[in-house]
């Protein structure tokens, strides 16, 4: 592979509804989306998921920027390459970064997929040909929280995720339970506790939670290792797991029964495929995350979650759960808790231009 052109589209969104978590209420979703072009003319699409402040994790849209452009980029074209693992390799001299790691490897994991005219998930060895998916809600108060939660059952979700917080925990789960006693409920609470909650974290056993996700601090490998012993609900890790080694760490801890694998939170598919590997081998589950993103991540998370063990829900939701109109040629549409694998080559999906055109900031196109 060779590559000779990088466009950077810089892109901004009002969401629908603002989604709302303890750390941050999110109006508008800025991303970068990214495309490489061969020196066939063959193009490759990915997404850089960091948002425009560093509150679920450290990268922004522009540090992603600063480092695509500046560092990831004149790594990929100084030197041709047979396969978009050798880049993931490449990678690794880079400290960190994992979102703009991630959105060019997406890329050009597109791109190779596109120039062997085969689907990505072919590359992938994906089984799946229904992919599983649910929602996620994130509200301003309990009502809202509740409202949303049964809107989204009424249009077909069959798994919801909400998130929590002290405070905003158990008599939220309290009424979404009595409404729905048979639904598939996850929590998600983003680091809101510490080992000091115990107690209280206790007392979400009753709720029949397919799992919390990310109770603790980010860096609490060992704090949720000793919560996991204390609780009977399994423990999700999501920000926790950044590197094939922080999986490792979890499971020699056994920090959690449950993996949610990010592309971007990983930095990539080389990482994602480490990691989905280790889980795979020492009995953790794993699902797809979301990152409220664009039609080019959804279609990735698609492809990735056609892997056999992708076998739990992702937060894969339909383009219009947050976009009036989402910048692919055909949205992402998700049905009683499924979306049909995308059949065409690469991720299945085209920019739309016109869209492109509406939502784009700035571009920028480096030609080699
Ligand atoms: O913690 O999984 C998370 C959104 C942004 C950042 C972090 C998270 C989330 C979500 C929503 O939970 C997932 C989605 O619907 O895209
Ligand atoms: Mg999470």
Redesign the pocket.
């Known amino acids: 592979m060779k590559i000779n052109k990088l466009t950077l589209h810089v892109i901004s969104m009002p969401l629908k509804k603002p989604?709302v978590?303890h750390l941050q209420t999110?109006e508008k979703r800025e991303a970068i989306i990214v495309e490489v072009q061969d020196t066939d003319g063959l193009t490759g699409l990915g997404e850089a998921v960091a948002f425009s402040t560093p509150w679920?994790t450290e990268e922004t849209v522009k540090t992603c920027y600063h480092m695509i452009k500046d560092v990831l980029f004149p790594l990929v074209e100084k030197a041709p390459f047979s396969h978009p693992k050798e880049i993931g390799q490449r990678f690794k001299q880079v400290r960190g970064n994992p979102m703009a790691k991630a959105s060019l490897e997406m890329a050009l994991w597109d791109l190779y997929a596109r120039q062997h005219n085969k689907p990505l998930w072919t590359i992938l060895n994906g089984t799946r040909n229904k992919i599983l998916a649910g929602?996620?809600v994130?509200a301003p108060s309990l009502n809202e929280m509740v409202m949303q939660a049964s809107d989204l059952v009424d249009e077909g979700y069959e798994r919801i995720?909400v998130?929590i917080s002290p405070g905003a925990d158990i008599e939220l789960l309290k009424v979404i339970r009595s409404e729905f006693p048979h639904l598939s409920l996850l929590a998600?609470a983003?680091s809101a506790y510490t080992l000091e909650d115990t107690k209280h974290l206790n007392e979400l056993d009753e709720f029949q939670l397919e799992m919390i996700?990310?109770p603790l601090g980010v860096k609490d490998l060992v704090e949720h290792s000793i919560l996991q012993k204390e609780m009977k609900t399994p423990i999700c890790l999501?920000?926790s797991i950044v590197t094939p080694e922080d999986m490792k760490s979890a499971i020699y801890l056994n920090s959690c029964g449950v993996v949610?694998i990010k592309l971007g939170r990983v930095g990539g598919y080389t990482n994602a495929l480490e990691i989905y590997r280790l889980c795979q081998e020492n009995l953790k589950k794993v699902w797809c995350?979301?990152?409220?993103?664009f039609g080019v991540s959804r279609a990735h998370n698609l492809a990735l979650a056609s892997l056999e063990g992708f076998s739990i829900p992702g937060?894969i939701?339909s383009s219009s759960?947050?976009w009036d109109e989402d910048i692919i040629d055909t949205p992402i549409v998700v049905n009683h808790g499924y979306v049909d694998r995308l059949e065409g080559p690469g991720i299945g999906v085209e920019l739309n231009k016109k869209r492109m055109i509406e939502v784009t900031e700035f571009k920028e196109v480096i030609e080699i």
């Not at 995350?289 to 993103?293: K, L, R, Y």
């Open positions: 989604f978590t999110v679920y929602a996620v994130g995720k998130k998600d983003n996700e990310q999501d920000e949610n995350g979301g990152m409220i993103e937060d939701s759960k947050y």
